[in-house]
């Protein structure tokens, strides 16, 4: 067994949404001041680095962060990769048909059939490399407006350079924000048997 974290780190030089903040850290305290411990204040947006979608990211959708069940946060994942530049819902056949956690390899949008495919096929869980499962700019959001009100999780930017395509175990856990319309999250898989 392997643990490989593929979670993008937090920090002034990471990518972001466009529009969205660039997170920065200010040194509150710090010892080599004479202050007795060291203590930053993060100034970050909710879907910064890697990070979990919560339903009341869009209007007309309730749901803080704390509504996302755990049990869709962790459990058997599957990592697929080789995508075009959009995932149609034929193309969801290349993961197994039991996998509930999927995780997309890549940068791919998320057509809005393939996100009624996944509502359809029962998967609590859809994953992206990508800054976004719909493309960059488009307000509309389709393909997150059809799973997140179906419950599905969605789950974007990952790093997933180190994790070998085909199964493994997904841990997936937001930093918990009551009522937050997102939260950054660590995430690890783990690989082997």
Do not use: K
Not at 41 to 56: E, F, M, N, R
Not at 80 to 89: M, Q
């Amino acid at each position: 067994m392997r643990l490989i974290d593929v979670t993008r780190g937090i920090g002034p030089s990471m990518r972001v949404y466009p529009g969205d903040p660039v997170p920065r850290i200010e040194v509150l305290c710090d010892p080599s001041r004479g202050e007795p411990a060291r203590v930053s204040l993060l100034h970050v947006g909710t879907h910064s680095g890697t990070h979990i979608d919560a339903p009341c990211h869009l209007p007309g959708l309730e749901g803080g962060i704390e509504s996302i069940p755990i049990e869709a946060l962790l459990g058997p994942a599957f990592v697929r990769g080789g995508w075009g530049p959009t995932v149609g819902a034929g193309d969801l056949s290349r993961f197994p048909p039991e996998s509930v956690r999927c995780l997309l390899r890549g940068e791919p949008v998320v057509s809005p059939d393939a996100a009624r495919e996944c509502v359809r096929r029962g998967i609590r869980l859809l994953g992206t490399e990508g800054l976004s499962i719909d493309p960059v700019g488009r307000p509309d959001m389709p393909a997150h407006r059809i799973l997140l009100q179906a419950g599905v999780v969605v789950l974007e930017n990952l790093d997933l350079t180190a994790a070998p395509d085909g199964s493994c175990e997904l841990f997936a856990l937001p930093a918990l924000i009551p009522g937050g319309d997102g939260a950054p999250a660590r995430v690890i898989l783990r690989v082997g048997s």
